[in-house]
């Protein structure tokens, strides 16, 4: 019984990225194929912006939809140096709003073709991308249930001392006492929010605790727009007569007819296309549930190996920092150690030496460069030394091991060496 | 979806509100100054680092490379035996004492790329016979910096001849003297402009703005004289004063002539053991002039209590020791350090390793404790 009235709020905004300069790319695993094209890169942004703008007024939806999902999806899987979570959660929405009829009212779409304009959609039209927003918050606060997090107030511990010089409340990060404040407070906030929003009850309160929380989060953390998303976000869960508030007041303001935001008509689906988004959504959500916990299926330390690490809603988790030298020895006996600034950025050089994944690409890059010059069939060994939330950094990976040789795979990397240490949870 | 009533709820957020209220009171009862609450304080850090030891050994530097640069228009006024013997005796002492500013390598030394004027080696002779032979080569273009500074003086006073009679001869008897005589003012210029520059800007404004940049984001006071430390232990003293010419960028192959200082045979090591002391000096925030103790890098990490969690040992001590572990590895190294590659390479090797592990220390260690990220990507000098 309400309306659809959230993708304008999504545009702009991601324009800004710079896929050019770097040398070498990090794909994904099953996405390497997918590059940046040199200057044609700022084709796929254009494209992506573009449709960004069509999907929020609303015009050609259908087509404008799939493009935004595809060129914004396209953009996040150039290279992984760049992941985060919430261009994820960006593209999973999107992913849902190609099934879902956010153009049938207070639309151009709606505007031009009368026949498309309906008041009501049905319920669980929004549902889903509550659920998506319910999932993430929980599954946020499921992965603070650790031993770091709760018992140790790390990584924060080290993070808010780094921000004492604040006007007003720096001094308070001088004490302990606040990072575990902190931490505990983050993570009943993830469990319980969700909830909270949904209801209607709590919703007032819980959305001005959002506002406060992703506000405090985005001054004190480097972290980008990830916290005004998750405000903008939120507003999802308000009724439908605040949103139909705020469309009238538009309404009014562009000079529309009032019929054409109030037509009591009711959008529904072909028994065909229902069944088929009813199949499609069950299956994206049955992943959903289940990807984040991938990782117990890896032996190793999560944090460690960062095995089952992605596409998991784990944000602020981790202080970790990682020193990585090479050493090719080709086949004639020719051996150097790598400079690695001559194939990497500072981005991608500090993504590569903490985790595994890009160490062994990184390894499979320098084999195929040096082959071509001069370092016939080289062996690569890696002198990797990371420090993990305030531990004293230990020998990363297995020195002996030729990683020329190593093949990446959904199978636990047995060249990596085990954390001298337990992080109790999940 | 819902699963929970509304009160329970209700009352988890008053809870929450609740705690946070307690909180904020009980806070402002405290007293904020006690304890370790002030060596965390950047201001404080950053005053200390700047008034007892960065502007002191600038001013002090001033004193040994002024007498240097008298020397040098002595010798290129009037080119004998006796005048280069006492250039080189002052530009032996500047360029020891040089060793303990290179690594304030951010804020002005940064802008007027001080370093790349004063100390890139193996200098480049043939650069320089071009140079000379041009008398007008621009000094401030990549190309030229290993043509100039200490070690292309080094070159002209020290390796352009067998002995003090050849060498003063390419400068009185040559046919090229006067180009000679013209290349060793012009570098000697460069060098006094460049660092003139430098101190004229921390004696001005930078001081006051470098202390006044307490975050600690990229681009402020901490995280730039950090990664200016590092970046001067790692590539200049492990990799290039050690690693290089041993050869441990390039496992087999070895290059003694790219040692400091490489024409004056038994200054290397001192060079060495000076950066190497300096580093340590500052880490343990000792007063430039009189040794005294103050607010370091040392104290700023003891206060956030950074301690290897298994054994519980402080992460101050653990870098303690092994800059002591480095300087008996440096002890056991004669002068000549390109003798020491050629014969004794084992030992160079060692004392590069143990180098190595200081690196870590300080690069993943110490930074991720102070929340400090590297911004500079000179993995290994080349």
Request: proline fraction near 4%; charge should be positive.
């Amino acid at each position: 019984m309400l309306f659809l009235s959230l993708a304008r709020f999504w545009a702009n905004g991601w324009i800004e990225e710079l896929y050019i300069k770097p040398k070498y790319f990090f794909g994904f695993y099953g996405f390497e194929y997918i590059k940046p094209l040199g200057n044609y890169t700022y084709i796929i942004f254009m494209v992506c912006a573009v449709a960004a703008i069509l999907v929020a007024i609303g015009l050609w939806y259908r087509a404008a939809i799939f493009a935004l999902f595809l060129s914004f999806t396209y953009i996040e899987l150039m290279d992984k140096s760049t992941y985060l979570n919430h261009y994820y959660f960006t593209s999973l929405v999107l992913f849902l709003l190609m099934f879902l009829p956010a153009h049938r009212y207070f639309s151009v779409d709606a505007y031009r073709n009368k026949s498309l304009n309906v008041e009501f959609i049905p319920q669980w039209n929004l549902d889903v991308i509550k659920f998506l927003v319910l999932i993430l918050y929980l599954y946020a606060g499921l992965a603070k249930l650790n031993s770091d997090w709760l018992l140790n107030a790390l990584p924060l511990k080290i993070w808010l001392p780094a921000r004492n010089d604040m006007p007003m409340i720096g001094w308070l990060f001088n004490y302990k006492v606040t990072a575990y404040i902190f931490v505990w407070i983050g993570c009943i906030y993830d469990l319980s929010i969700g909830f909270l929003l949904w209801n209607r009850r709590t919703r007032l309160i819980s959305y001005l605790s959002v506002i406060i929380f992703h506000f405090l989060t985005a001054i004190l953390f480097p972290i980008g727009m990830f916290p005004y998303i998750m405000m903008v976000t939120a507003l999802i869960f308000f009724s439908a007569q605040f949103h139909q508030n705020i469309i009238n007041l538009l309404n009014r303001w562009l000079k529309l007819p009032a019929e054409f935001v109030q037509n009591q008509q009711t959008f529904r689906y072909t028994p065909f296309g229902l069944k088929f988004r009813i199949a499609v959504l069950s299956i994206f959500f049955f992943f959903q549930m289940i990807i984040p916990f991938r990782y117990m299926l890896y032996p190793q330390e999560l944090f460690w190996a960062e095995e089952g690490y992605r596409f998991s809603w784990r944000v602020m988790l981790m202080e970790k920092a990682g020193y990585a030298q090479f050493t090719v020895k080709g086949e004639n006996g020719k051996a150097i150690v790598v400079n690695n600034r001559d194939f990497l950025t500072v981005l991608q050089e500090k993504m590569m030496s903490t985790q595994p994944d890009f160490i062994l690409q990184y390894a499979h890059l320098l084999r195929d460069y040096y082959h071509e010059n001069g370092y016939p069939n080289p062996q690569v060994f890696a002198d990797v030394y990371v420090s993990l939330n305030g531990r004293l950094g230990q020998t990363f990976v297995n020195p002996q091991i030729d990683l020329a040789k190593e093949k990446e795979s959904f199978t636990p990397k047995n060249w990596i060496l085990p954390l001298n240490d337990e992080i109790k949870g999940f | 979806m819902k699963l929970l009533s509304a009160s329970p709820l209700k009352y988890t957020l008053v809870g929450i509100i609740l705690v946070v209220t307690v909180f904020a009171c009980s806070k402002s009862v405290e007293n904020p100054t006690k304890n370790n609450t002030n060596e965390t304080d950047r201001k404080a850090l950053l005053s200390n680092l700047s008034d007892q030891i960065i502007l002191p050994a600038y001013t002090d530097f001033k004193i040994q490379f002024d007498d240097m640069l008298a020397k040098a228009d002595a010798f290129t006024l009037n080119p004998n035996t006796t005048n280069l013997i006492a250039f080189r005796a002052s530009w032996r002492v500047a360029y020891i004492n040089w060793q303990k500013v290179e690594m304030f390598d951010f804020g002005p030394a940064q802008t007027y790329a001080i370093r790349a004027h004063f100390n890139i080696y193996p200098t480049n002779v043939s650069t320089i016979e071009n140079n000379i032979a041009s008398g007008n080569t621009n000094l401030e273009v990549p190309a030229s910096y290993a043509a100039q500074g200490f070690p292309a003086i080094d070159y002209l006073i020290n390796g352009i001849g067998v002995n003090d009679t050849e060498i003063v001869a390419a400068y009185t008897t040559a046919t090229d003297a006067a180009k000679k005589i013209n290349y060793l003012k012009r570098i000697t210029n460069q060098m006094s402009n460049v660092f003139n520059q430098v101190l004229t800007a921390w004696k001005g404004d930078f001081a006051t703005t470098f202390k006044s940049k307490t975050a600690i984001d990229a681009g402020s006071s901490t995280s730039t004289l950090i990664n200016g430390y590092i970046l001067n232990f790692e590539r200049y003293i492990r990799a290039g004063k050690i690693g290089i010419p041993a050869g441990s960028m390039t496992p087999g192959n070895k290059f003694p002539e790219k040692v400091e200082a490489l024409y004056t045979k038994d200054l290397a090591l001192t060079l060495a053991k000076t950066a190497q002391t300096a580093s340590y000096d500052f880490f343990l925030g000792k007063s430039y002039q009189n040794q005294t103790i103050g607010y370091s890098i040392k104290s700023y990490l003891d206060a956030l209590n950074v301690k290897d969690a298994t054994s519980g040992k402080l992460l101050s001590e653990i870098i303690t020791q092994q800059f002591e572990v480095i300087n008996a590895k440096l002890n056991g190294l004669q002068n000549n350090l390109y003798s020491e590659v050629n014969n004794n390479n084992s030992k160079m090797i060692d004392t590069y390793n143990e180098m190595q592990k200081l690196v870590r220390l300080l690069k993943v260690d110490m930074t991720s404790a102070m929340s400090i990220t590297i911004t500079y990507t000179d993995n290994d000098g080349d």
